[in-house]
């Protein structure tokens, strides 16, 4: 066993071997040559992710993770398994032909007796592994041709993979053949190609020019394809990897920082936002280069689902196309123009997409950007510009006084007693009732639910009252980022001026916010949206339940911005569990792939008017669970809701109604049973 081994330039004369090292040459420098332009194109882009030492071993653990393991491809088995086969099957082929290389071209010998049979048998399981995943790949994209992979231009890809794969296993089987190799059993695949040219009969002769002309097959294609890499879709396997190490490692909620206000005020000129092709940072040219087409975000997309003019998959490859074709010309050509006003309003900033992309490509910022532009020029919608003239008016997107915050708290029951912060006052949490408790008719009755079960488990809370405003979430995601800094600054300031350490919060979109976006500007709290709350008051024994109510099903919707975006699943749902008498059951699509009630992006406050509605979409699907109740925990989803419940395509369902409530009031009538 110690003498097997294999003869690498087997039946291929010297000159020939000469040829194939300088074909081997010109292969390796077209392959530089091209990616070195495409990292030039990449690092020409603005700064805008730092890489901070003390990240390495997060950023390459989840590297590998994402890489090697590709948890968010395994989402669907089928496409999951494919993709595994091939990248798996491929990544050992590399690995076994540089084994041959440093066997052959360096000093190291090992390449022989069990090492080189072992090398073997991984070598064809993977081979013939790889070939299969070649086979799912062509039936999904040329006969499934699932809608999400449309257009795509991996055809050429694919073919260069499978001529790799069949020529090597016929080279494997000429070459046994040949030799008269006796250890048919380690190499499996190579020998039954063997058994089949055994079986045709060739003469010597015609076997050996047979494996010289397979064998330059091989060769050439493998050159070829190495040569092309950064000019075809391959080169998704070095920018993928690459964007997924370099992806921003700060709080999913949040939003890049194009400038601080600070330096506009002392009179910086700084870019607001990226306008042309040109402006775009080095991150986000190397994303569009790293997308593999594989349509999961447009997959996700509850603007594509619901027929608005908006596909994340195809915004990043117009960006991509514009900088294929850029030139010296295409860098000034406005951003607008690839991505159009109309897609970037359609986003509601679930993160659907983001959540779904196997590479982890940020396409929100992309859309964000636009925005930016659109607002900084005064181009928008109407009731966008109400919107944001009421925020800097009034400090709410509602336009009301002040004065008025604390309206909520007169229907409040007897015994709840709301306080207003005072400085050095001592209180557990500062409940932060949010615009949308202080001001929504509706969701002014979750604020009394809420202030009510803090009462009955004793905890000492104060509120801001008429100096809280808005957190400025709907400001920065409608593009206008001075005055959500603005916002912020003012609300740190109150904050920090009682002392603030730990809030509870009632929307989503406040606690996101304040706990992942506030802290870039100097305010640092303990936030904790009211359903985690009231899950740790109940599991304490703060809060008890009287006698049970009547049995009662319920379904829960996953907020974006609490669950996608800040992973809170658990706690909603465990609080519900803990109610006497609540059955719970889910919808289809839950947790992090929970479909969005159309409110976030700032949406809630304008109405695009194209497509249908994704709030009738997502009420339709909560009704087919024939859940009595339709849980929520953000005062925009309830909206959004009771818009579709009052609307003619929720009465289209033929479908009978559900209460709307968020959990706070289910948890708060189980308490007064």
Same mark, same amino acid.
């Given at each position: ?20 090292y300088l ?15 495409r ?43 494919m ?31 069990l ?13 013939i ?6 086979g ?27 001529t ?61 394809f ?23 490692f700060q ?5 890049t ?6 330096q ?100 929100i ?35 009301f ?7 909520w708290?007169?229907?409040l ?30 969701? =002014?009755r979750? %604020? #009394?639910?809420?202030?009510?079960? /803090?009462?009955?488990? +004793? @905890?000492?809370f104060a &509120? ?20 959500? =800094?603005?916002? %912020? #600054?003012?609300?740190?300031?109150? /904050?920090?001026?009682? +002392? @603030?350490?730990?809030? &509870? ?5 406040c ?57 809170v ?29 159309g ?10 008017g ?15 669970t ?7 925990a953000?005062?925009?989803c ?36």
């Amino acid at each position: 066993m110690h003498d097997v081994t294999r003869e690498i330039f087997g039946n291929i004369p010297a000159t020939q071997q000469t040829w194939f090292y300088l074909l081997a040459c010109a292969s390796l420098l077209v392959f530089a040559v091209g990616l070195l332009r495409r990292i030039a194109r990449w690092m020409s882009g603005a700064a805008d992710v730092r890489i901070v030492t003390r990240e390495l071993p997060r950023r390459i653990a989840y590297f590998l993770e994402q890489v090697f393991t590709q948890p968010r491809l395994r989402r669907e088995p089928s496409s999951g398994l494919m993709h595994l086969l091939i990248f798996w099957g491929f990544l050992i082929l590399f690995v076994g032909t540089e084994l041959v290389a440093l066997e052959h071209d360096t000093p190291l010998s090992f390449y022989h007796g069990l090492f080189y049979l072992v090398a073997s048998l991984v070598l064809d399981a993977f081979g013939i592994l790889m070939l299969v995943g070649l086979g799912i790949a062509v039936h999904r994209r040329y006969v499934v041709r699932p809608e999400r992979i449309a257009g795509g231009s991996y055809g050429i890809v694919l073919a260069f993979l499978a001529t790799l794969g069949v020529t090597g296993f016929l080279l494997e089987g000429f070459r046994m053949t040949l030799r008269g190799s006796y250890w048919f059993d380690w190499s499996p695949g190579g020998a039954v190609v063997a058994a089949l040219i055994q079986a045709s009969g060739l003469d010597p002769v015609t076997l050996a020019l047979s494996h010289r002309c397979t064998w330059w097959v091989h060769a050439v294609v493998t050159f070829t394809f190495i040569a092309s890499i950064p000019f075809t879709r391959m080169l998704h396997a070095i920018t993928a990897p690459l964007n997924i190490f370099f992806v921003p490692f700060q709080p999913k909620g949040t939003l890049t920082t194009p400038f601080r206000l600070e330096q506009l005020e002392a009179g910086a000129t700084l870019r607001v936002a990226p306008r042309v092709l040109a402006d775009l940072s080095w991150k986000q040219r190397l994303s569009a280069d790293a997308c593999t087409e594989c349509g999961l975000c447009q997959q996700a997309c509850p603007a594509w689902a619901s027929q608005r003019p908006l596909s994340p998959k195809r915004i990043i490859l117009a960006v991509r196309t514009h900088m294929d074709h850029a030139g010296g010309s295409g860098w000034p050509t406005a951003l607008e123009k690839i991505i159009t006003p109309a897609e970037s309003w359609s986003c509601t900033t679930c993160r659907a997409c983001m959540e779904a992309c196997p590479v982890a490509i940020e396409h929100i910022d992309f859309l964000v950007d636009v925005r930016r532009t659109l607002t900084e020029q005064g181009r928008v919608d109407p009731n966008i510009a109400t919107t944001l003239r009421n925020l800097r008016r009034t400090g709410n997107p509602f336009g009301f006084p002040p004065e008025q915050r604390l309206v909520w708290a007169s229907g409040l029951p007897a015994g709840v007693c709301v306080e207003r912060a005072q400085p050095g006052a001592e209180v557990e949490v500062l409940y932060w009732v949010g615009c949308a408790g202080a001001f929504d008719e509706r969701a =002014q009755r979750v %604020a #009394r639910a809420v202030a009510s079960l /803090l009462s009955r488990a +004793g @905890v000492k809370f104060a &509120v801001l009252g008429p100096e809280e405003r808005c957190t400025g979430d709907p400001a920065r995601r409608l593009g206008e980022e001075g005055l959500f =800094q603005q916002l %912020a #600054r003012d609300n740190i300031a109150t /904050l920090d001026k009682y +002392g @603030v350490r730990r809030i &509870v919060t009632q929307c989503p979109h406040c606690f996101n916010t304040l706990k992942n976006e506030y802290p870039e500007f100097g305010g640092r709290y303990e936030v904790v949206h009211h359903t985690e709350f009231i899950r740790t008051l109940i599991a304490t024994g703060r809060l008890s339940f009287g006698t049970p109510p009547a049995q009662q099903s319920v379904t829960y919707h996953d907020s974006c911005y609490l669950g996608r975006h800040n992973d809170v699943y658990d706690a909603p749902r465990a609080a519900l569990s803990a109610l006497p008498g609540v059955e719970l059951r889910e919808m289809p699509r839950h947790r992090d792939k929970g479909f969005c009630c159309g409110a976030g992006g700032a949406n809630m406050w304008f109405e695009l008017g194209l497509g249908t509605k994704i709030n009738a979409n997502r009420y339709a699907e909560a009704l087919r669970t024939g859940a009595q109740v339709i849980a929520t925990a953000c005062p925009f989803c309830m909206t959004m809701f009771d818009d579709a419940a009052s609307g003619s395509a929720a009465r289209d369902t033929g479908e009978a109604g559900a209460q709307i409530r968020d959990l706070a009031e289910i948890v708060n009538e189980a308490i007064t049973v």
